[in-house]
């Protein structure tokens, strides 16, 4: 061997040995900068049947104090169905109803079901968040039918969750069971062991001690307040003595211009009718009290651990409620803004604090918002947008448009004649009260509604799947109480354009959904008719 070859070989041991230490350097960068920006851990706080056009978020001084003021408050947040199943499997998947098939909440609508388990909670927003190494945690409500023997029982834990407590069926606060990670644990009446609220809060504690700032998590609490049956927490069944539901203008008014539901409502209502909506208003009200605690709670760990920086938590509800609006005397399930408008509070890294947005959000962005957060590219067939660009205001492109219209849907939910024992002639019905026997939802309460939202239009198109066929228009600029239907006031043009939106909506998939188009403007046809409201 010469010496030129021996000279050759160590110069190349040399160059080798620089090449992999700049490799070596290289990955070491990354690592740190991966370091200095960690995935960030995700809280979501989601309540039940809380509405914000009643002042449901009135009680929950502490949530707004350590949320709102720390985060951006959505004005405009809206459920796409107002009812818990529905609404809850379009936060899971980011799909309108017509999507994820989830119409009510029974088996047989699909809520919980084989079909639904086989299919849709398959591809919930969880199992891609999962995919991005997150430690995950479920703890309360999941969906109505969860846990039946015809649904899979409590052995079935949804794909995606490493720590799952969930309560088998609607929400309850005593006497009831939980599926701790496919074993059902029975609880009774004992408020310091039972009460489930405070107990979803301390499951939640258990799982915050075991987090640390080198593996994100993902915690979802999804508490029974404020369903009904409105048990609080005894340190609180004194609070608002003195309150009672507010007198909106539509509050004990016939509805004599609606669909045949809201006209045969009792009108005026019977006064022990009143009283009780009045109490169910003060019920709902207190058992938020303890929601504010959990959220407390929350909050003040995260700090202790050091991961309240890196922390987005997001705080929301399934659909809102109504209290006497059009003499309906308790319930949700209708297309007006009382029980679609729903509250949305988020703060989290880099969310500016104290900050309001009137943008019109949904329950279907909750799923791609999550797994934008994460990391993972957001699916392609979500219904909904992500929010993240909206929650970082200083990274949005000025040319980019937001929605400006969307759609609600619901499929009437019914009982047998006979299931409500204290009231006679309620087939094809359901919701009904045991005071008035008024039933707040049928067979054919089935809808869909166009909802627009922009700088010169507020406007509501909704189309009954009835005898009637029923057309509902409103004005909302105008009327924001919905008290004048104005379907016979405006030129034929205007409703043959909202249909044709409305189908569009109705069939959308995906990125159909998501689209942003222009609107054609509708006061030049309110105007033309001599619209009372339009100068």
Same mark, same amino acid.
């Given at each position: 061997?010469t010496?030129?070859?021996?000279f050759?070989r160590?110069?190349w041991?040399?160059a080798?040995?620089?090449?992999r230490?700049?490799i070596?350097l290289?990955l070491?960068?990354?690592c740190?900068?991966?370091?200095?920006?960690?995935?960030?851990?995700?809280v979501f706080?989601?309540t039940?049947?809380q509405?914000?056009v009643?002042g449901g978020?009135t009680?929950?001084?502490?949530?707004?104090k350590?949320?709102?003021d720390?985060?951006i408050?959505?004005t405009?947040?809206?459920t796409?169905s107002p009812l818990?199943?529905p609404?809850r499997?379009s936060i899971?998947t980011g799909?309108?109803?017509?999507?994820?098939g989830a119409?009510?909440?029974?088996?047989?609508?699909n809520c919980?079901?084989?079909?639904?388990?086989?299919?849709?909670e398959?591809k919930t927003?969880?199992?891609y968040i999962?995919?991005?190494?997150?430690?995950?945690?479920f703890?309360?409500?999941?969906?109505?039918q969860?846990?039946d023997?015809n649904?899979?029982g409590v052995?079935?834990?949804?794909?995606?969750w490493?720590s799952?407590?969930?309560?088998?069926?609607n929400s309850?606060?005593?006497?009831?069971i939980?599926?701790?990670?496919?074993?059902?644990?029975k609880h009774?009446?004992?408020?310091?062991t039972?009460?489930?609220?405070d107990l979803?809060?301390?499951?939640?504690?258990d799982f915050?001690g075991?987090?640390?700032?080198?593996?994100?998590f993902?915690m979802?609490?999804s508490t029974p307040?404020?369903?009904a049956?409105?048990d609080?927490?005894?340190q609180?069944?004194?609070q608002?003595a003195?309150?009672?539901?507010p007198?909106?203008?539509?509050?004990?008014?016939?509805?004599?211009?609606?669909?045949?539901l809201i006209?045969?409502m009792k009108?005026?209502?019977?006064?022990?009718?009143?009283e009780?909506t009045?109490?169910?208003?003060?019920k709902?009200w207190r058992?938020?009290?303890?929601v504010?605690d959990?959220?407390?709670?929350?909050?003040?760990?995260?700090?202790d651990?050091?991961?309240l920086d890196n922390?987005?938590?997001v705080?929301s509800?399934?659909?809102?409620y109504?209290?006497?609006?059009?003499?309906m005397?308790?319930?949700?399930?209708?297309?007006?803004e009382?029980?679609?408008r729903v509250?949305l509070?988020?703060r989290?890294?880099g969310?500016?604090?104290?900050k309001?947005?009137e943008?019109?959000?949904?329950?279907?962005?909750?799923?791609?918002?999550?797994v934008?957060?994460?990391?993972?590219e957001?699916p392609?067939?979500?219904?909904g947008?992500?929010?993240?660009?909206?929650?970082? !205001? &200083?990274?949005q492109?000025?040319s980019? /448009?937001?929605?400006?219209?969307?759609l609600? =849907?619901?499929t009437?939910e019914?009982? $047998?004649d006979g299931?409500?024992?204290?009231?006679?002639?309620t087939?094809?019905?359901?919701g009904?009260?045991?005071?008035?026997?008024?039933?707040?939802d049928?067979?054919n309460?089935?809808y869909?509604c166009r909802?627009?939202i922009s700088d010169?239009?507020n406007?509501?198109y909704c189309?009954?799947?009835?005898?009637?066929s029923?057309?509902e228009?409103?004005d909302?600029t105008?009327? !924001? &109480?919905?008290?004048?239907?104005?379907? /016979?006031?405006?030129d034929?043009?205007?409703i =043959?354009?909202?249909?044709?939106?409305? $189908?569009?909506?109705s069939l959308?998939q995906?990125?159909?959904?998501?689209k942003?188009g222009?609107i054609?403007?509708?006061?030049p046809?309110f105007?033309y008719?001599g619209?009372p409201?339009i100068?």
């Open positions: 061997m010496y030129n070859t021996v050759l160590e110069q041991r040399s080798d040995k620089m090449y230490l700049a070596l290289f070491v960068s990354i740190y900068c991966f370091a200095d920006k960690a995935q960030p851990n995700i706080i989601l039940d049947d509405d914000v009643l978020m009680p929950m001084t502490k949530t707004k350590l949320l709102g720390a985060g408050t959505f405009n947040m809206f796409t818990c199943c609404s499997s899971l799909n309108y109803v017509h999507n994820h119409v009510n909440n029974s088996i047989d609508g919980s079901s084989p079909d639904w388990q086989s299919g849709a398959k927003f969880i199992t999962k995919q991005m190494g997150y430690s995950t945690f703890a309360g409500k999941y969906l109505n969860y846990g023997k649904a899979g052995e079935h834990v949804p794909p995606g490493d799952w407590v969930g309560l088998v069926h309850v606060y005593y006497n009831y939980l599926s701790i990670n496919g074993t059902a644990e009774g009446d004992d408020y310091k039972d009460y489930l609220t979803l809060g301390r499951h939640a504690q915050l075991y987090q640390n700032e080198q593996t994100p993902f979802m609490i307040a404020c369903h049956p409105f609080s927490a005894p609180y069944v004194k608002f003195n309150k009672q539901a007198r909106t203008p539509s509050f004990n008014q016939h509805g004599s211009d609606k669909h045949w006209r045969s009108s005026p209502m019977l006064n022990v009718s009143i009780n009045d109490d169910i208003f003060r709902r058992t938020l009290l303890s504010d959990l959220v407390e709670g929350v909050v003040n760990t995260l700090q651990k050091k991961l922390t987005y938590i705080f509800s399934d659909n809102g109504h209290l006497g609006q059009f003499s005397p308790r319930d949700k399930r209708q297309l007006y009382f029980d679609i509250p509070i988020i989290g890294p969310v500016p604090a104290g309001t947005s943008e019109p959000v949904l329950n279907i962005d909750l799923a791609p918002t999550f934008e957060m994460s990391g993972h957001v392609s067939n979500v219904d947008r992500s929010l993240v660009t909206l929650l970082h !205001p &200083d990274k492109v000025k980019e /448009k937001w929605r400006s219209d969307f609600v =849907e619901h009437g019914y009982k $047998q299931a409500y024992k204290h009231c006679k002639n087939g094809n019905e359901a009904c009260s045991s005071i008035d026997c008024v039933c707040e049928s067979k309460n089935s869909s909802r627009t010169t239009e406007v509501m189309e009954f799947n009835d005898k009637e029923f057309v228009l409103y909302l105008k009327d !924001p &109480d919905q008290l004048s239907n104005i379907i /016979k006031q405006v034929p043009k205007v =043959e354009e909202q249909n044709q939106e409305l $189908q569009l909506l959308c995906g990125a159909s959904c998501r942003v222009p054609r403007s509708m006061w046809y105007k008719y619209h409201d100068e």
